[in-house]
């Protein structure tokens, strides 16, 4: 099975669209003001309008107001949410779209509960806890916290880069990687050449190289 790939945390339109040419399956924008990564409504549109055909657009909201999540999805084409706070299973199903629940994992969680809570998920979104952090921490967690009988697709996060990939997916074997902070060049700011490397590194890891 192929790995898939998003990159989230997109701030400007050509490093979208130089990112679909390389090959990824889904692009995040960030609607959360306190993330560097922070895109408004306009930019947004901006980035969506210009990305070419079969791209899934994931916007990510962190506990925020169901106004506020409307006012995005009525304006902006995206093709799933992300919840990347505490949001409850009964505030995903508050929006008529495909959604995913990222899970910041510490060592007593258990990921089956959460699978069973969230059970119309599209995925599951793994990522590394931090303190007073709501993702995009780069932080790496304990891959052997998750479950080998999940029945819920895995995206994995947290702390990915060009070096770690092949292990990820050796060790995870997930349904796709989400990476934002390993392929910058500063926060929000994308590397082409990092991008190209992470995505080439999938492949090759999905081939077995």
Not at 14 to 19: K, L, N, R
Not at 151 to 171: E, P, R
Not at 176 to 196: H, N, R, Y
Request: glycine residues 6%; proline residues 5%; aromatic residues 6%.
């Amino acid at each position: 099975m192929r790995t898939r790939v998003k990159i989230c945390g997109f701030t400007q339109v050509d490093e979208a669209v130089i990112a679909a040419k390389l090959g990824v399956d889904a692009i995040g924008l960030v609607f959360y003001p306190p993330s560097p990564r922070h895109v408004s409504i306009e930019q947004a549109q901006k980035i969506v309008k210009a990305l070419p055909a079969f791209v899934t657009v994931v916007a990510l909201f962190v506990d925020e107001i169901e106004s506020q999540i409307k006012e995005v999805i009525n304006k902006v084409s995206i093709d799933c949410i992300q919840f990347h706070g505490d949001e409850s299973p009964v505030d995903c199903r508050l929006y008529n779209k495909p959604y995913m629940k990222a899970i910041r994992m510490l060592p007593d969680l258990n990921i089956l509960e959460m699978t069973n809570q969230y059970h119309d998920a599209s995925s599951l979104l793994l990522d590394a806890y931090h303190p007073g952090i709501k993702g995009g921490s780069g932080s790496q967690f304990d891959w052997d916290l998750i479950p080998k009988n999940c029945s819920k697709s895995i995206i994995l996060a947290g702390g990915l880069h060009v070096d770690n990939v092949k292990s990820a997916i050796q060790s995870v074997r997930p349904y796709a990687l989400d990476v934002s902070s390993g392929v910058e060049a500063t926060k929000g700011v994308k590397d082409v050449a990092k991008m190209a490397a992470f995505i080439q590194a999938i492949n090759e890891g999905d081939r077995g190289i």
